[in-house]
């Protein structure tokens, strides 16, 4: 079973077009974080959510993690062929004595 | 300047021919973890030392072993690599376990099975 659901798992888009990624669980997670993964690299962290409700913005993206710390979201607006890439959410809950759970990943790809 | 290096970048190993994969870090990090990461997929924890204790995930492989002589170092070994462990491989380094401690990737090992 996958702790972190995230959706959708493949996404293809046009240039300028609006997108949501989720990242869903039925644990409470203590955080979470989203990273970006580019073909042949590591991922690169982008965010990490602590406060449940929490909202941040990094230019372009918007992140958000649920009020009771189940779920977040990354919203990215006027998608550019450069966002392409793997995002995997990420994220420690109380039960896995503080290793990192990954999400299956979200790979997106903006075409221009 | 890469913080978590991975040596090398691309490995090519035969079958059944035991193989080394070698992470270095200069960030002074106590704790170093090593995954695997097969296509377009999430990456998997196999094991991770915090200072000089081992801790290995149930689910992973006796195939799959760690060494980490030093601080600065963490080497995965591939006793008998079969074609299904052909996957990319990364290491990352974390201050400290838990959300206090931010975790900081490598670029990866690309291993190839033939």
């Known amino acids: 079973t996958q702790l972190l659901e995230q959706s959708p798992q493949f996404l293809s888009i046009q240039e300028g077009e609006n997108l949501t990624v989720y990242c869903n669980s039925s644990?409470?997670?203590?955080?979470l974080q989203w990273y970006r993964q580019e073909p042949g690299e590591g991922p690169v962290l982008l965010v990490t959510?602590?406060?449940?409700?929490e909202v941040k913005k990094l230019k372009r993206l918007t992140f958000q993690f649920g009020d009771a710390r189940k779920d977040s979201s990354l919203h990215i607006t006027a998608a550019q062929p450069g966002d392409t890439g793997l995002y995997l959410c990420?994220?420690?809950?109380?039960?896995?004595?503080?290793?990192?759970?990954f999400g299956q990943g979200t790979t997106l790809q903006v075409k221009p | 300047d890469a913080m978590v290096i991975q040596n090398p970048r691309y490995q090519v190993t035969q079958f059944g021919k035991p193989v080394t994969l070698s992470c270095s870090q200069t960030l002074n990090h106590n704790v170093m973890y090593w995954y695997q990461q097969k296509s377009s997929q999430a990456p998997k924890l196999l094991f991770h030392?915090?200072?000089?204790?081992?801790?290995n995930e149930a689910d992973t492989p006796d195939n799959f072993q760690s060494r980490r002589p030093n601080t600065s170092f963490c080497f995965l070994d591939i006793r008998s690599p079969g074609l299904g462990d052909a996957a990319m491989y990364l290491c990352?380094?974390?201050?400290?376990?838990?959300?206090?401690?931010?975790?900081?990737f490598g670029s990866g090992t690309r291993l190839t099975v033939v």
């Open positions: 990420a994220g420690f809950y109380s039960g896995n004595t503080g290793k990192l759970i």
């Open positions: 990352a380094t974390s201050s400290r376990l838990g959300d206090s401690g931010r975790y900081t």
């Open positions: 959510v602590v406060t449940g409700g």
């Open positions: 644990s409470v997670f203590s955080s």
């Open positions: 030392y915090y200072d000089k204790d081992f801790n």
